[in-house]
């Protein structure tokens, strides 16, 4: 890890979270992308002996929200939740959650401390969003030949109607192709997935 850029981040988290933190990007793949944690080593062991990960309510805020919230708050929005009656006991009694949404792609960073004031936000969603940029992992086969096709055409100006003639195809096909490719890519619009497809050089 001699990324100055990543170092930068953590270093950031480290500041804000002087008992230990966690970064998961991409909680919604079956194995997250990249995980860096800084816990108390007795924590981490505990949490992975009791198989935490499934019941931790920072993933589920983070699954299902974006934005911050703190430990005593979800430790109100979840009375009976192991994880949250017994980090204390580690060491870990107030602490934050921040989550964000990148490409369709959720990341977390989870810090014990002092709760973290609302100035502080847009410093820590910047670099728990460069933690998501290096890490993130996109696959090119994701995204099949025909998809691909749509995609590049798309890139080249081409509309609809003109791709349907160039592939020889109905233009509800190519509005199919192109649909799909968003649902993978998690983008919306012609031009962001033609931006996500050249940044992460899936055409």
């Given amino acids: 890890m001699d990324d100055p850029l990543e170092l930068a981040c953590l270093d950031t988290f480290r500041s804000v979270s002087p008992t230990g933190f966690a970064i998961v990007v991409n909680l919604g793949a079956k194995e997250f992308d990249w995980v860096h944690m800084?816990?108390?080593?007795?924590?981490?062991?505990?949490?992975?002996?009791?198989?935490?990960?499934?019941?931790?309510?920072?993933?589920?805020?983070?699954?299902?929200?974006?934005?911050?919230?703190?430990?005593?708050?979800?430790?109100?929005?979840?009375?009976?939740?192991?994880?949250?009656?017994?980090?204390?006991?580690?060491?870990?009694?107030?602490?934050?959650?921040?989550?964000?949404?990148?490409?369709?792609?959720?990341?977390?960073?989870?810090?014990?401390?002092?709760?973290?004031?609302?100035?502080?936000?847009?410093?820590?969603?910047?670099?728990?969003?460069?933690?998501?940029?290096?890490?993130?992992?996109?696959?090119?086969?994701?995204?099949?030949?025909k998809m691909t096709e749509v995609i590049t055409l798309l890139a080249n100006g081409f509309r609809d109607q003109e791709i349907a003639a160039k592939l020889g195809v109905k233009i509800e096909t190519v509005r199919t192709r192109r649909n799909s490719a968003y649902a993978k890519t998690g983008t919306k619009t012609p031009a962001h997935l033609v931006a996500t497809c050249l940044r992460e050089g899936l055409i």
């Fill in 38 to 145: 800084e816990y108390p080593e007795p924590w981490v062991e505990h949490y992975v002996e009791n198989d935490f990960i499934n019941i931790d309510p920072t993933i589920t805020f983070a699954q299902s929200e974006i934005g911050h919230i703190s430990w005593s708050k979800l430790a109100a929005d979840y009375p009976n939740n192991q994880v949250m009656m017994e980090s204390p006991k580690f060491g870990l009694g107030e602490g934050n959650t921040l989550s964000v949404s990148i490409n369709g792609r959720r990341s977390l960073a989870s810090g014990a401390g002092p709760v973290w004031p609302k100035s502080l936000l847009p410093r820590l969603v910047l670099a728990l969003g460069t933690l998501h940029r290096i890490h993130a992992r996109y696959e090119a086969a994701k995204l099949n030949p």
